[in-house]
């Protein structure tokens, strides 16, 4: 196996996802449009809010478009390219590994990528659409927007992974992870500002939604190496921890043995 | 038999429908959750917010904000969700078996959802009231306590009638989920959910007050904090009237749904 062959992998499971959730066209669609007009609803909220009250904190309506973006774009590429981050544990209870684990590829890695959640992508073109919104400064400004959501992605990926893969020696984790994910989402969406005390705490440690949101967007606008480095950090503790358990709980793995068929 | 007879059987339809949710309890524990997690969320972006602008803000203050919140929320997460059974229904063809049925459809659906949705709505109102007085201290005005029992319905038939609605457009559009998603951020915005009515902009207010969303979630948020406010009357009056006109709406588009099937095979 060279070099090339683990994103070549990638890359053809990525298209085939594409191609299979474009196969119902209409219904592919309404998902995006629908999870678009979903994002905009949200931001309906934050323009009456700040019509009122002009700011929070110090964040003004320009901040909060922008840190939604980064969560949009970040959460929408990570649903898009590893959808089943959404669903480990159900794969790993109903003895769906079986597949992954009896093929010459790394088994997260593949498990994760066999499945794109199609709303995924208008999430994706949401964050985009917000970062036009609040005016593109420059061409680094963009590069950073796009580095800060695929470092939150990873933020993402690895904590959903991680609490997933309780399900080795917990059994179905799917209510905790649905629970940490929306907790995620929330989060990461409101401005960092009105966070103070052991939540502020928790949001850099246990439910890192900070490194989801709030820090990514930071570079946007105020660039640091300081944040950048923080938030790489933020990213390959998650994505370790996530890696670590997941081969750690695969010794207490029990097949499914389950007969399944892919065409 | 007695004149309550037929009633049994809806009754009894509603007891299966809690026992069959109590069996399976952690979608009511994940809402009951996530409940928890928007008070939280919403406490913090308030407490900032009245740090700045002072005690009120058109008329409320941060206790009031904060129990107006958990009150909507609770009647968000209680929806009865009659428009994905009845677009499946529509699809798979089933339908046509549950027509034929000794029960009234709509009726039977209504008595339903409601087993479906009370163990929901106790455990969301349970965990989404503690949050709220942990959090603000005791609810604002006990007048709104005592309505509760009277507005939590009340919206939830709103729900019942809007969602039973568009499940029903399944016989026209088939896939309902768009219908879904825009009725639900609806009642998110112009509801009043995510920021009370109150502190919409004058025009926008009076428009969204007269809509069904804001009767459905503004209306039992509102009077819960406000009970004896001078608009009290006229929120619930709107809201009876809704539910007549939605009521109509609902039985209508049944008739058309019923005139429009077509039953092929046996």
Redesign the interface.
């Known amino acids: 196996m060279n070099a090339l062959s683990g994103p070549r992998f990638l890359l053809a499971l990525w298209r085939t996802n594409l191609l299979s959730v474009m196969e119902y066209r209409?219904?592919f669609l309404?998902q995006v449009a629908?999870m678009f007009?979903?994002n905009t609803?949200?931001l309906?909220?934050w323009a009456?809010?700040f019509?009122?009250?002009h700011?929070?904190?110090g964040w003004r309506l320009d901040d909060v478009v922008l840190l939604f973006g980064v969560v949009a774009a970040g959460f929408g590429g990570a649903t898009c390219l590893f959808g089943n981050v959404v669903r480990l544990a159900t794969v790993i209870v109903e003895g769906e590994l079986d597949y992954y684990l009896s093929l010459p590829r790394p088994a997260l890695l593949h498990a994760l990528a066999s499945r794109m959640v199609p709303s995924g992508l208008g999430d994706l073109l949401f964050g985009f659409a917000a970062l036009a919104v609040v005016g593109v400064g420059s061409p680094e400004e963009a590069l950073r927007f796009a580095l800060g959501a695929a470092l939150g992605a990873t933020v993402f990926v690895g904590v959903l992974t991680t609490v997933h893969a309780l399900s080795f020696w917990t059994g179905d984790s799917s209510?905790l992870a649905?629970?940490v994910m929306?907790?995620l989402i929330?989060?990461s969406t409101?401005?960092l500002?009105?966070?103070?005390g052991w939540?502020r705490f928790l949001l850099f440690t246990l439910l890192p939604a900070a490194f989801v949101g709030a820090v990514p967007a930071g570079l946007v606008r105020s660039f640091t190496w300081q944040g950048l480095g923080e938030l790489t950090l933020a990213a390959a503790v998650a994505m370790t921890v996530a890696i670590v358990l997941f081969r750690r709980g695969l010794a207490h793995y029990q097949s499914g043995s389950a007969l399944q068929v892919r065409l | 038999m007695t004149a309550l007879a037929p009633a049994r059987k809806y009754v009894a339809i509603s007891r299966i429908q809690v026992r069959a949710a109590l069996a399976y309890p952690?979608d009511a524990?994940?809402r009951a959750?996530?409940i928890v997690?928007?008070v939280?969320?919403f406490l913090?972006?308030w407490?900032?917010?009245y740090q700045?602008?002072g005690r009120t803000?058109a008329g409320l203050g941060l206790r009031d904000v904060v129990w107006y919140f958990a009150i909507a929320e609770v009647v968000m997460l209680s929806q009865p969700r009659t428009a994905p059974l009845l677009a499946q229904a529509v699809k798979d063809g089933s339908i046509a078996y549950q027509l034929v049925r000794p029960y009234r459809f709509l009726l039977f659906h209504l008595s339903a959802r409601v087993g479906d949705t009370l163990p929901v709505l106790a455990l969301t109102l349970v965990a989404g009231a503690g949050a709220a007085w942990l959090s603000v201290g005791a609810p604002p005005d006990w007048r709104g306590v005592a309505l509760l029992p009277v507005e939590l319905p009340l919206a939830w038939l709103l729900n019942f009638l809007m969602s039973t609605s568009i499940g029903l457009l399944a016989f026209v559009a088939e896939?309902t989920?768009?219908f879904e998603?825009?009725y639900n951020?609806?009642l998110?915005?112009a509801g009043g959910v995510?920021?009370p009515l109150d502190?919409?902009?004058g025009w926008?207010r009076g428009t969204a007050a007269l809509l069904p969303f804001a009767s459905t979630t503004y209306a039992p948020a509102h009077l819960f904090v406000r009970p004896g406010g001078p608009g009290a009357i006229g929120l619930l009056a709107l809201q009876l009237a809704w539910i007549a006109a939605l009521g109509s709406v609902t039985w209508a588009l049944y008739r058309h749904g019923l005139r429009r099937l077509v039953v092929n095979g046996g």
């Open positions: 209409a219904s309404a629908g007009l979903n609803a949200f309906a909220f009456i809010y019509q009122r009250f700011q929070v904190h209510l649905g629970t929306q907790g929330l989060f409101y401005p500002a009105v966070f103070d939540t | 952690l524990v994940g959750i996530a997690l928007f939280v969320v913090h972006l407490r900032a917010t700045v602008t803000v896939d989920t768009a998603w825009i951020k609806l998110l915005v995510l920021v502190f919409f902009p926008l």
